[in-house]
């Protein structure tokens, strides 16, 4: 039978003794044999030489498909008896998978890549195979690459937190439990790690597991201000400033000039222009940078600035707080946070006085940001691809796969990293 080339080399030792195509089933049979010179069997389990013959079983394995036809392999497995074990074991075959003993281990890999793309579903309505066969060997793939997984030596990480369930797995269960922890690195931009819970112990985890030494090298953690995370951090890295993200900064300082603005509002006498012009539409345009303004919008606040010196300064004084992020050093910025402070006390800004002593309070770790300019914007954008995760498989209720998932799109459990041989 003549053969073409890339069949003559389907499985190392084996040759093919005949082939059946079947065309209305849609399926290849091909039948193999062992060569009369391969090596001596060895016992599946540990590995040692099987000695005499203890019968054979026949051996049924979907292999990778040729244009549209699936493909399978019939050969003979054979039992031999392994002085190690003591006991009838079959001969080893490596290139059966290791998920399930009906696939080949190169054809489970091919799945497992189709599964880092799509969703579990998808791939088994392409490829026709069952669903849940599909879903365990991803997860049984998983586990098995995160096993041989070490976490890579880190600079700068971030971290945040991402929802992970709605459901409670007991009434009494705190809602920090329903989140995840997710550690970035801020240098490759990948997920390093995931552990479940936003509470300080779920970052004491991670740094447990990456070992004191490991985290004296971590010189940066960006983080938003979540208290717990930077107790975790002080506990455990000696070394690491801790970076505020400068945008859930701004944002408290929005939320402060925003009860400013609802305040002057109020306060207006009734039937004056301002009571229109103040609120309503018009609310979102007293925080917008200047710059951003369209024409029209710069006239409407120069017109409310005009009637009442207040919004004038309130306005000269979100200027000025969105630029501080731009100077060049933390003096400069102190500088500018003191003049910012005068114009606050003069003006008897209520909210703006108690936000302005909150930010001072804190201002040691703050001031971290004029170092090392780092921002946890990755990590949000890595929520992003979480979201869009859970979304493609509809939620997940297993949270152990769940985790694995985010470190197999967002992180290195995947082909890009690993390769068929090494795990
Ligand atoms: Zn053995």
Known sequence: MMLPSFLKNLIPNFKIIDL???KTKGRI?????????????????????LHGSRGKHRLMLEHMPIFNFKVYLHLWREKGHCKTCNKARSETFDFIADETPHLTKEYS????????????KKVSELTG?????????????????????????LKRISVDEVYGR?????????????????????????????TESRDKKALDEFFNILGKERCEKIEVVAMDQHDPYRASVRDNCKNADVVWDRFHLVQSFENALNEERKDLHSDAPKGSDLKYSACGTFRFLFLKKAKDRTKSEAKHIEQVAKENKLFFYLELIKEKFIHIFNE????????????????????????????FKHFMDNW???????????????????????????RRGFGYRNMAYFKLKILQVCGFLNCRY???NDY
């Open 29 to 49: 049979d091909i039948y193999l044999e062992k060569k009369k010179n391969s090596p001596e069997n060895t016992c599946c389990r540990c590995g040692s030489k």
């Open 364 to 390: 040691n770790t703050i001031k971290n940001y004029f170092v090392h300019r780092v921002t946890s914007s990755l990590s949000e954008g890595q929520n992003n691809s979480i979201k869009a995760l859970k």
């Open 166 to 194: 709605s459901k409670k797995y007991h009434a009494k269960e705190s809602r920090d439990k329903q989140f995840f922890t997710v550690i970035c690195d801020l240098d490759s931009r990948r997920v390093v790690w995931v």
């Open 418 to 420: 690993v390769g068929i």
């Open 20 to 22: 059946k195509e079947w």
């Open 129 to 153: 195979v069952d669903n849940m066969t599909l879903h365990r060997l991803d997860f049984s793939r998983l586990k098995k690459l995160v096993q041989h997984y070490k976490i890579p030596d």
């Open 328 to 355: 060049r050093n933390e003096m400069d910025a102190l500088w500018e946070l003191s003049e910012l402070e005068e114009w606050i006390m003069s003006c008897q800004f209520e909210n703006l006085k108690k936000w």
């Open 109 to 120: 890999w091919w799945l497992g890549k189709l599964c880092e793309m799509s969703a579990v």
